[in-house]
């Protein structure tokens, strides 16, 4: 009883909005067809799930919570990480994934978003952009949410964050610590740009590869440089 009434509750909380009112303990229980108990009883297994937020007290009640992204994303990375998974593997992954959203957004048909990607590019056309690690990180991040929406795809957005997180995390280095590199970054994110906004999805994944060699280049320098200081030491 508990599992079906678990089921129903959380179908009703995903089809409504993010934050709505279920309802008290007593219309809960009259809607579902259940007693307390089991009302008590499903309710934890959807705070577990971080689908439901139980507010006590003479004015509380029940209301729905959507999935977080960033508690989604954190998860599967603890148990990407817990299963060892290495920093080249990931790289792997988040070379193929990148190239299928990059088609994705070039293909895209939603004009608003193409809108805003069309912004973000006329940053990318700033030198300036590119002067430090630093700043190239966070237009980096801008760049790829603009994807995103373009590409439209939670399933692979949520996939490319959670690898993006374990590649940033067990880098072995900068990767791109010159300023030729990150200039080539720049351009390179550049002519990815025009070629979404020219729909042209098949040299927008020529684009992505050519950039997935050029980083597996320069990780392939860093490790070999990192293995002649082991040896020195």
Known sequence: MTRIAADKLRKMILEGENGAYLGSQDDLVRMLGIGRVTLHQTARILEEERLLRVRRGPNGGYYGTHPDEAGVEKAVALYLRANKADFHSVFEIVTALSVEVYRMAALSQDESARSEFRAVC??????????????????????????YKLAANPLGELMLRVAYRIFNETAPGNILPRSEDREYWRQTRQKMAQAILDRDADYVQIIGRRFGDYIRDRLSAIRAASDVFARDT
């Open 122 to 147: 006329e940053q990318l056309a700033e030198p300036q952009v590119g002067a430090d690690s630093e700043r190239l990180l966070r237009m980096e991040n801008t760049y790829l949410d603009a994807i």
